[in-house]
């Protein structure tokens, strides 16, 4: 089975300034790796996913993700947040031709003025 | 298109009385998934369907849940009786078959969610 641990629970950052949100995962075979966002009161989108091929992976606003087979990692980085980055950011792991996705606990990104 | 469509979005009731959810999912995804979100279990997937078939169940708490899938076009979660444990935010989403227009993989399309309140 496919598992995902998110290392921080919380994360505040001033604004303007980097931030890393950090996803480990678990998988006996290969996976497909996702991030999604949920910001207050609505469902959860999709940021960025890794498929194959080029391990940086960019998405939507700004994000991208590096995906690291032999840390089983898969980070998310923005080099510079804004006060509307502010939301709750999930991992998520998929093994290859599954259709189940296993979420992490999630990480809430906080940006201070 | 306008995405999945989760009603009701807010449900107070109280212990014992029964709760259905309703989703409708985005029109041509064939496969719809029912997750549940609360602070302690985080995202844990209840059921999902393929072609308004049941394919893996094994997520439901217990007996006291059911979902259903007539058609389609349309999914209901019920819990009877309700219990104040399963208060929770509950998201319907649903995909395409991977391989048709998304390179391969899942990607789910979540609703607002109907956020559950049981006294």
């Known amino acids: 089975a496919q598992s995902v641990t998110q290392l921080d629970s919380q994360v505040p950052v001033f604004e303007e300034a980097p931030v890393e949100l950090r996803c480990n995962y678990s998988s006996s075979v290969s996976v497909y790796l996702f991030w999604y966002v949920q910001y207050p009161n609505q469902g959860l989108q999709l940021l960025l996913k890794y498929l194959s091929g080029s391990t940086l992976v960019k998405g939507i606003n700004g994000f991208e993700a590096e995906f690291n087979k032999s840390q089983t990692s898969f980070h998310l980085r923005k080099p510079s947040v804004h006060i509307s980055d502010t939301a709750e950011y999930f991992c998520?792991?998929?093994?290859?031709?599954?259709?189940?996705?296993?979420f992490g606990q999630g990480t809430r990104l906080t940006i201070n003025p | 298109d306008a995405g999945v469509i989760q009603s009701p979005r807010h449900e107070v009731t109280e212990m014992g009385q029964e709760v259905t959810l309703r989703c409708k999912p985005i029109s041509g995804h064939d496969y719809l998934f029912w997750y549940r979100q609360t602070m302690m279990r985080g995202l844990e997937l209840l059921i999902y369907f393929n072609n308004n078939v049941p394919i893996d169940d094994s997520g439901m708490p217990e007996d006291r849940f059911s979902a259903k899938m007539p058609n389609a076009s349309f999914s209901t979660l019920k819990i009877q009786p309700s219990e104040p444990r399963d208060s929770a935010v509950y998201f319907c989403a649903s995909s395409l078959t991977p391989g048709q227009g998304m390179g391969g993989a899942n990607v789910l399309t979540f609703g607002a969610g109907s956020r559950l309140t049981v006294l």
């Open positions: 998520a792991v998929c093994r290859r031709g599954a259709q189940k996705l296993v």
